[in-house]
């Protein structure tokens, strides 16, 4: 390609804030919850690369087609890859789409189709755009779209992005990022600000995995989480880690009177159809998945930021520990406490809008 931004292009990044400031300077957009998307198009040649500067065509074939005819011949866009379902992203279809079978790969092309969601502009014909404001670069995409190309809105008014903050959670969007007016485009560089939906949970700790570096029984890698469905079936929603080294050697002192090799609800004939277990439940001590089941009389609260997966939902990404709950009856822990955004209609997101759906 002899575009002025070349492949691979490490994507500008953002670093964690707590909350949305009343500030001039920042520009603010939904953060979409897919997989970041840098698309490079040199006349017939069109390349999608992932955050990890992976090439990512093979995998969304329907994407390419929609670009190759919506954008111009000579072009370097940073944005997102999202999939809609029931009039919100639905990020299960997306990971789905990660398949080496092409037949599987067309056939969801087709079923669940993705869109790309563009939030920067870095080259346009001849022009390096890296090196412009944000101000400016956003404002060269809105006249790029003309209503042919996708693009994410976007508000310089700090109460209209709480307002989004709030409501576009909704149509399953994760939060909002702001972005310094006055930057430049900084590949690789956490220039932006991301404020991300953030909630609690106590679940139930129905086992653990040891940590990959030290022998079994010395250190605690992770936690798995459970919540009890209205049928009183505990199903694993995820796990807790990121503990520090000596806490890690302490949790495997605190929990080794909790090892079991006694009845437990996801192993065996306790285990029932529609039941989410760990993974390999059926073969734990293998060395695909080891983990080593608790007695679930333990409880503990996590913080988490959202939750995936339908019904029954898991946490999306690893919980962070908050503190142990010894008031809190295992059985007490279901999945009622999991907060459940009000319903927004996607669509309406791309136009700054509010439309609650039922």
Same mark, same amino acid.
């Given at each position: 390609m002899s575009l002025p931004v070349a492949p691979p292009v490490k994507p500008m990044l953002a670093?964690? @804030?707590?909350?949305?400031?009343? =500030?001039d300077t920042l520009l603010f957009e939904p953060k979409w919850d897919g997989f970041r998307c840098l698309v490079f198009r040199d006349g017939p040649e069109l390349t999608l690369q992932s955050r990890a500067l992976k090439p990512l065509n093979r995998y969304f074939p329907e994407v390419l087609a929609e670009l190759a005819d919506t954008l111009p011949e000579r072009v #370097?866009?940073?944005?997102?890859? &999202?999939?809609? %379902?029931?009039?919100? $992203?639905?990020?299960?279809?997306?990971?789905? %789409?990660i398949h080496p079978a092409a037949?599987?790969? /067309?056939?969801?092309?087709? =079923?669940?189709? !993705? =869109?790309?969601? @563009?939030?920067?502009?870095?080259?346009? !014909?001849?022009?390096d755009l890296?090196?412009?404001p944000t101000s400016v670069r956003r404002d060269e995409l809105t006249v790029l779209a003309d209503g042919r190309l996708r693009i994410t809105p976007a508000t310089t008014d700090p109460p209209t992005a709480r307002h989004w903050f709030d409501l576009?959670?909704?149509?399953? $969007?994760?939060?909002?990022?702001?972005?310094?007016?006055? /930057?430049?485009? @900084?590949?690789?560089? %956490? &220039?932006?600000?991301?404020?991300?939906?953030?909630?609690?949970?106590?679940c139930v700790v129905a086992g653990l995995r040891w940590h990959v570096h030290t022998a079994p029984g010395e250190s605690v890698g992770s936690l798995l989480l459970g919540l009890y469905d209205d049928a009183g079936v505990l199903h694993h929603v995820g796990v807790v880690g990121a503990f520090a080294a000596k806490r890690r050697t302490e949790?495997? !002192?605190?929990? /080794?009177?909790?090892i079991t090799e006694g009845a437990h609800p996801w192993l065996g004939d306790a285990v029932v159809e529609? *039941?989410?277990?760990?993974?390999? #439940?059926?073969?734990?001590? /293998?060395?695909? *998945?080891?983990? #080593?089941?608790? %007695?679930?009389?333990?409880?503990?609260? #996590?913080?988490?930021?959202h939750t995936e997966g339908g019904h029954p939902a898991r946490l999306r990404h690893t919980a962070q520990f908050v503190r142990w709950r010894p008031d809190r009856d295992p059985a007490s822990c279901g999945y009622a406490q999991l907060e459940e955004p009000a319903r927004y209609d996607l669509d309406a997101v791309f136009h700054g809008e509010v439309r609650r759906t039922r």
């Open positions: 670093k964690a @804030a707590t909350r949305i400031p009343d =500030s #370097v866009l940073d944005g997102e890859l &999202v999939i809609g %379902r029931g009039g919100r $992203l639905d990020f299960d279809a997306l990971t789905e %789409r037949s599987r790969i /067309s056939a969801l092309a087709e =079923s669940t189709p !993705a =869109s790309f969601v @563009a939030f920067d502009l870095l080259a346009l !014909a001849d022009r890296t090196g412009e576009f959670e909704g149509a399953g $969007l994760d939060g909002v990022v702001g972005k310094p007016l006055a /930057s430049p485009y @900084a590949p690789g560089k %956490r &220039v932006m600000l991301k404020y991300k939906h953030s909630r609690t949970a106590d949790l495997a !002192a605190e929990l /080794s009177p909790f529609g *039941q989410r277990l760990p993974g390999g #439940v059926n073969r734990w001590r /293998s060395t695909e *998945q080891p983990w #080593v089941p608790l %007695r679930p009389e333990r409880v503990v609260e #996590v913080g988490y930021e």
